[in-house]
């Protein structure tokens, strides 16, 4: 564990006109780690998530998923890649458990039922899993896509202020499913502020301010 590269970038960065909202970064993480960046409101965290994780096409740089080029090689980079952005992104057709079975058949998951059941009872979904997202709260919308990543297989997960609407419980849940993901070597990048969550749940913390990384840990 530890010694392979799973997410990397290269001089990434994404401008707007003139505004910088992310200055030229390089990064990586190895499998089996989890990193907590954390910074103010406007420090750029959710534009760096955003590019790697293919929402937002960068200014300058180069992402690689397993060593597969975000961008030259999206469908392979991807397939190992999930990312859970800070504003709930759900079909508003769909039901939570009809959201389940959607990445089920979009990434060839085998073992569904199994997998459902198991993150609908972490996050203490099942009784909502046939309600559609207008009619969940905004912490259960939350937990509805925070629920999406953990249907199938994935080598880096990026979460986007994933604790911002959750309860104690919940987030509880989460932090258990990510250790469990870490201990299987996935590579995790967590954009939060919540400095607690970050202590108890990173191998390492980064700091983020003015669109630059500027503490490693």
Not at 123 to 151: C, E, V, W
Not at 184 to 203: K, Y
Request: glycine share 6%; aromatic share 8%; hydrophobic share 45%.
């Amino acid at each position: 564990m530890g010694t392979k590269t799973l997410l990397e970038a290269i001089n990434l960065s994404r401008s707007y006109g003139g505004f910088i909202a992310l200055n030229e970064t390089n990064l990586s993480i190895s499998a089996g780690r989890i990193v907590a960046l954390l910074g103010p409101n406007g420090a750029g965290k959710s534009t760096l998530l955003k590019c790697l994780g293919g929402l937002l096409a960068p200014t300058t740089g180069n992402i690689y998923i397993e060593g597969f080029d975000l961008y030259l090689d999206e469908v392979e980079a991807k397939k190992r890649l999930a990312f859970i952005p800070d504003a709930p992104l759900l079909y508003p057709e769909l039901t939570v458990i009809e959201h389940h079975r959607f990445i089920a058949r979009a990434y060839s998951v085998t073992d569904f039922e199994n997998r459902s059941r198991s993150v609908l009872e972490a996050f203490n979904l099942t009784d909502a899993s046939y309600h559609l997202p207008h009619a969940l709260s905004r912490g259960m919308r939350q937990k509805a896509a925070l629920s999406l990543a953990f249907i199938r297989e994935f080598s880096v997960l990026l979460l986007d202020e994933p604790t911002t609407s959750l309860d104690l419980e919940s987030a509880a849940a989460l932090k258990l499913l990510l250790l469990r993901h870490r201990e299987r070597g996935a590579s995790i990048l967590i954009a939060t502020h919540d400095p607690i969550f970050a202590n108890e749940i990173s191998d390492d913390i980064w700091k983020m301010e003015r669109g630059s990384i500027t503490d490693h840990g």
